[in-house]
């Protein structure tokens, strides 16, 4: 008996969609070209700006190299700490990783499009696509930075193999490959469960059924499974702060932003103008197009991931990874539409797109230090202040001149607090330099990196007070106000600074006290 999926195949094949011998030459000029291009761009700019507050938090995290933390898997943790050891201090290393991820994203997006049957054109406009829409994640050390490519690489995988497969070529060893990457991913984020859980369902539901038959599917599934074992061993043994984090992230969207707005937020991740308009026309062109009819899953998949990431409260970018699939279906139902050049067809019809193409080039360029950093100071309204390092190290100054200023005996029993995880981050980094003592948080992860000792008996604490402290502690007094001295407005400018002291308890009673996976009290 035919199947549904099988017709969908064979119409597929008719129009060029699949088959091993017909896709169009891979466009290596255009699409490296495009991939070199943005990294290039963003290695020459990664020193106009210092350390993102998360960058300083992955290198610290790294220095207390654990199987898992409260907020997420040690894989970029990991890759900072080999950076910052290999080269201290030296930001172009510290993202080289992000950057390099982002030119594979780009070149991935290509291969996307050429797998569905799109030619040069195509090829080229996904790639387009991804560097406008994503091109800006490489300027810092992030999870998203190695999400796109990896779900990408997933992506291209399973599309592969259903395209080889009709040919009778033996590509079960794609779907191991799937496997692999996703044991990559899930070092990085645990969200690529969600996107492996869906693309299953999809397939039970729309073909290709015969996925869940392939021993190597299921071989690749449980290598994945394996690979998270310490880390949910980690969770386990901590109380599963990784589900808690999950909720205090739904309460911060809801009060940023907003469900609808959250929404409006993913949509408009797709990119400016040109990823907005290729991905949704994609994401239709997937549910009703013949050529892209065996591939109906990966648009039901995507569907689901959002649908999950909407109900759950999460992050728009959490869904970056399922855009570039939408990108390349789109640049494929366009290639049918414009048989001749990307831009044919009649005149007054045309001219829209240059402004359009215009707006999708210069709006990512926005998020990037195309100036040098000392040309932002004294503008603190300009968008790109705040992601940077700007007051990082003065606020060190500030912390190490009250310290320094305490008597020697009651300097040995202080120690450094903050209220948020960055500023934690940033005195732990630059505090050492600076003859400051350990630096503790109960914000987020930093919460397990440890407690006081017991024989520290006061605070240093930059920052609102927050309950804990003045709960467990009996004088609290402010000493400073943070002030970067450069006129930029930073969300650290004006912070108070206070000196808290007498303890109500010992550490190892109060410290529980002090978790808070909010971002603040």
Same mark, same amino acid.
């Given at each position: ?160 193999? #259903? ?142 991931v959002t649908g999950f990431v909407v109900l759950s409260g999460g992050r728009a970018y959490y869904l970056h990874g399922v855009y570039p699939v939408l990108w390349a279906a789109g640049a494929v139902g366009f290639q049918r539409r414009w048989p001749a050049a990307p831009f044919a067809g009649r005149r007054r019809m045309r001219w829209p797109l240059y402004p359009a193409l215009v707006a999708s080039v210069v709006w990512p360029l926005l998020d990037l230090p195309l100036l040098p950093q000392e040309s932002y100071v004294g503008k603190p309204h300009h968008r790109f202040d705040k992601r940077s390092e ?91 106000? #943070? ?39």
């Amino acid at each position: 008996m035919t199947t549904s999926f099988d017709s969908a195949r064979r119409s597929a094949r008719e129009v060029g969609g699949l088959g091993g011998t017909r896709l169009s030459p891979l466009a290596r000029l255009p699409v490296f070209g495009i991939a070199a291009g943005t990294a290039a761009l963003l290695f020459a700019l990664a020193g106009r700006y210092g350390y993102d507050g998360d960058e300083l938090y992955f290198i610290i995290a790294g220095r207390h190299l654990d199987w898992g933390y409260a907020d997420q898997p040690p894989g970029v943790p990991l890759l900072a700490l080999l950076a910052d050891t290999l080269a201290p201090g030296t930001l172009r290393v510290l993202r080289l990783p992000a950057i390099l991820a982002t030119a594979a994203a780009i070149v991935l997006a290509a291969l996307l499009a050429r797998e569905f049957g799109g030619d040069r054109r195509a090829q080229w406009l996904s790639a387009g696509a991804c560097a406008l829409a994503f091109g800006a994640l490489g300027r810092l050390l992030s999870t998203m930075a190695f999400d796109v490519p990896l779900w990408t690489l997933l992506s291209w995988l399973l599309v592969r193999w #259903v395209r080889l497969r009709g040919e009778g070529v033996k590509r079960d060893r794609l779907l191991l490959a799937a496997g692999a990457v996703a044991m990559v991913a899930v070092q990085v984020k645990f969200q690529i469960a969600l996107f492996c859980l869906a693309l299953l369902v999809a397939a039970l539901v729309c073909g290709p059924r015969g996925l869940l038959a392939r021993p190597l599917l299921w071989a690749g599934t449980v290598l994945a499974l394996l690979s998270a074992v310490p880390t949910l061993v980690w969770q386990h043994r901590h109380g599963w702060p990784q589900l808690r984090m999950g909720q205090a992230i739904a309460a911060e969207v809801t009060q940023r932003d907003g469900t609808v707005a959250n929404l409006a937020l993913m949509v408009l991740g797709l990119g400016p103008v040109l990823g907005l308009v290729l991905g949704l026309y994609g994401l239709g062109r997937l549910f009703t197009g013949r050529e892209l009819a065996p591939y109906r899953f990966l648009a039901v998949a995507a569907l689901l991931v959002t649908g999950f990431v909407v109900l759950s409260g999460g992050r728009a970018y959490y869904l970056h990874g399922v855009y570039p699939v939408l990108w390349a279906a789109g640049a494929v139902g366009f290639q049918r539409r414009w048989p001749a050049a990307p831009f044919a067809g009649r005149r007054r019809m045309r001219w829209p797109l240059y402004p359009a193409l215009v707006a999708s080039v210069v709006w990512p360029l926005l998020d990037l230090p195309l100036l040098p950093q000392e040309s932002y100071v004294g503008k603190p309204h300009h968008r790109f202040d705040k992601r940077s390092e700007i007051g990082w190290p003065q606020l060190a100054d500030q912390v190490g001149e009250v310290y320094h200023r305490l008597p020697p005996g009651r300097r040995d029993r202080t120690v450094i607090m903050s209220d948020d995880y960055w500023a934690a981050s940033a005195l732990a980094y630059f505090g050492p330099a600076r003859g400051l003592p350990p630096v503790y948080s109960g914000s987020r992860g930093f919460w397990f990196f440890g407690a006081p000792g017991a024989d520290r008996t006061a605070l240093i604490y930059v920052g609102r007070p927050e309950p804990a402290v003045r709960a467990h502690f009996g004088e609290i007094r402010q000493v400073a106000v #943070v002030d970067n001295g450069l006129r930029i407005d930073t969300d650290y400018q004006g912070r108070p600074i206070f000196l808290v002291s007498r303890p109500k308890q010992p550490w190892p009673r109060m410290w529980p006290a002090f978790q808070r996976l909010d971002v603040h009290a």
